[in-house]
């Protein structure tokens, strides 16, 4: 398949899945979706791919949702606005639901969207200097469907701090809540990848895709079909409020949204 804004190399049994907005962190619309979503849909037939690690080009992971394109789905109608949030929470499913085993190659900005693409993940590393956030509260947003696989990475009880302050995390603390395996210095991550690429390949190819179904299995509740619209309806609904209106305007126009009270 060709793709505008992926890049899918393979070397021997390794995929890398290079995201290619490089201009805009890698902020993704319905294209870089629907791309995503086909890509990983493509590599879950592959039995000639045992890892599908997952990067971004340029200086960022991913900074998420493309603002404006979030600003459009919230004017959209509610039906259209829940379709849209959909295919983002399909994308993510199709990643955490892929047979091989997936690497998040972090570096930069991981927010939003971008943090949960880490979070679906099944191993994350992270150089030094990347900063993780869910920052949907700031624009008047929520991180809806990201949630199940934020909260599957770092529990409920730290979700509770991050979602409600959108705090920038640095790696070493995303590494003490959870969400990443292991921290190094950008100079050695590819090197610290290629060591997780090797361990991985020392194990059998269908005992691993057992085992992640086994992990879906035990771990408290599977990811269905009724919690991705559960999600989907309710990013759609925050989408179309006024405060989430207020929040992307005032972002997209350099202002201060309306909550930021000016402390006399």
């Known amino acids: ?130 900063k993780f956030a869910t920052s949907e509260v700031r624009l008047g947003l929520a991180p809806s469907t990201i949630s199940p696989y934020v909260i599957r990475a770092i529990g409920a009880r730290q979700a509770s701090r991050y979602f409600l302050t959108a705090e920038r995390i640095s790696a070493e603390q995303a590494e003490k809540i959870g969400l990443v395996h292991e921290v190094c210095s950008p100079e050695q991550l590819d090197a610290k990848v290629n060591e997780i690429v090797q361990a991985i390949l020392l194990g059998g190819p269908e005992a691993q895709a057992s085992s992640k179904q086994l992990i879906r299995l035990v771990d408290q509740q599977e990811l269905s079909e009724q919690l991705l619209l559960k999600t989907a309806q309710h990013i759609a609904q925050v989408r179309q409020g006024s405060e989430a209106k207020n929040g992307l305007n005032a972002f997209l126009n350099k202002q201060s949204p309306s909550w930021i009270k000016t402390v006399a």
């Open 1 to 130: 398949m060709s793709y505008e804004f992926l890049q899918l190399e393979q070397h021997a049994e390794v995929a890398t899945v290079w995201i290619n907005r490089a201009e805009l962190h890698n902020a993704f619309n319905t294209q870089v979706i629907e791309e995503l979503d086909a890509c990983f849909t493509a590599l879950n037939t592959r039995d000639d791919i045992r890892v599908v690690i997952l990067a971004g080009r340029g200086k960022s992971f991913s900074a998420g949702a493309d603002l404006n394109w979030m600003k459009q789905a919230g004017e959209a109608s509610t039906s259209e606005n829940e379709a849209d949030a959909l295919k983002l929470a399909k994308m993510l499913q199709a990643l955490a639901n892929l047979k091989q085993p997936t690497i998040a190659r972090v570096h930069g900005i991981a927010f939003g969207g971008g943090m949960g693409l880490a979070s679906a993940c099944d191993i994350c590393i992270a150089s030094t200097d990347v």
